[in-house]
């Protein structure tokens, strides 16, 4: 048998982690958290350790995983189009998110460029949350995906996984924002692929679970005077 999967990350943060919790709930595989202070993760998590190979990044994990869980198809044209549609919703709907909050310096507390940070924030809200929707709209209208409320294919992939992750940290995040953007009626087959994903049989029962990490200090933050409240 492979041996056990082990997910090295910060202890009571979802973050980027997540992503890769979510690939192994919906896989039906376990993992043990080695993120505390008995094991230092190297350089930056999210790690993934699976006997002697040691993997980083978020997007190199979900491919490993994926294509080990059927959740990717076969090398080839599709699995680099998932890749990429992985890399986009990371890039504009993770990163950027963290970037409304520490726009000017990562290792300096968020009070400390609150001005900055409503100025980025009004960017991301007005401009670049909705031209991210709106790509992932329109994939999800386009031949490629197939029937269904998945991206790709006609089934359910990892990146489905990773866009509900997105717009949940969203959700919290930015909640009137999102919720405007929800009730215009624009993007409803990407909040239908959310619905879709969060009524998964394994992905409810691990949501409704203690193993569901809270929102708190990481990528996703809720700061009102960042959501035009």
């Given at each position: 048998m492979?041996p056990?999967?082990?997910?090295?990350?910060?202890?009571?943060?979802p973050?980027?982690?997540?992503?890769?919790?979510?690939?192994?709930e919906?896989?039906?595989?376990?993992?043990?958290?080695l993120?505390?202070?008995?094991?230092p993760?190297?350089?930056?998590?999210?790690i993934?350790?699976h006997?002697?190979?040691l993997?980083?990044?978020?997007?190199?994990?979900?491919l490993?995983?994926?294509s080990?869980?059927n959740?990717?198809?076969?090398?080839?044209?599709?699995?680099?189009?998932?890749?990429?549609?992985a890399?986009?919703?990371l890039d504009?709907?993770?990163?950027?998110?963290?970037?409304?909050h520490?726009?000017?310096?990562?290792?300096?507390y968020?009070e400390?460029?609150?001005?900055?940070s409503?100025?980025?924030?009004?960017?991301?809200?007005k401009?670049?949350l909705?031209?991210?929707l709106g790509?992932?709209?329109?994939?999800?209208?386009?031949?490629?995906?197939?029937?269904?409320?998945?991206?790709?294919?006609g089934?359910?992939?990892?990146?489905?996984?990773?866009l509900f992750?997105?717009?949940?940290?969203l959700?919290?995040?930015?909640?009137?924002?999102?919720?405007?953007?929800e009730a215009?009626?624009?993007?409803?087959n990407?909040?239908?692929?959310?619905?879709?994903?969060?009524?998964?049989?394994?992905?409810?029962?691990?949501?409704?679970?203690?193993?569901?990490?809270?929102?708190?200090?990481?990528i996703?933050?809720?700061y009102?005077?960042?959501?035009?409240?």
């Amino acid at each position: 048998m492979s041996p056990s999967y082990e997910l090295i990350y910060w202890p009571g943060l979802p973050g980027r982690g997540e992503f890769v919790r979510l690939v192994l709930e919906e896989a039906g595989v376990d993992a043990d958290n080695l993120g505390d202070a008995s094991n230092p993760p190297p350089l930056a998590p999210p790690i993934l350790r699976h006997g002697d190979l040691l993997i980083s990044q978020t997007p190199n994990i979900l491919l490993y995983l994926a294509s080990r869980h059927n959740l990717a198809p076969a090398q080839g044209a599709g699995f680099f189009h998932l890749n990429g549609l992985a890399l986009t919703a990371l890039d504009g709907l993770s990163n950027e998110v963290h970037e409304t909050h520490h726009p000017v310096s990562v290792s300096d507390y968020y009070e400390n460029q609150k001005e900055e940070s409503k100025r980025r924030a009004a960017d991301y809200t007005k401009n670049r949350l909705p031209k991210f929707l709106g790509y992932f709209e329109k994939v999800l209208r386009g031949e490629k995906s197939g029937d269904g409320p998945w991206l790709y294919g006609g089934a359910l992939t990892y990146v489905d996984l990773v866009l509900f992750q997105n717009i949940d940290g969203l959700k919290y995040a930015f909640p009137n924002t999102v919720g405007k953007l929800e009730a215009s009626g624009e993007y409803d087959n990407v909040f239908k692929l959310y619905q879709a994903v969060k009524d998964r049989p394994r992905i409810k029962e691990y949501l409704a679970s203690e193993r569901r990490q809270k929102y708190s200090n990481g990528i996703y933050r809720h700061y009102p005077e960042l959501d035009g409240e």
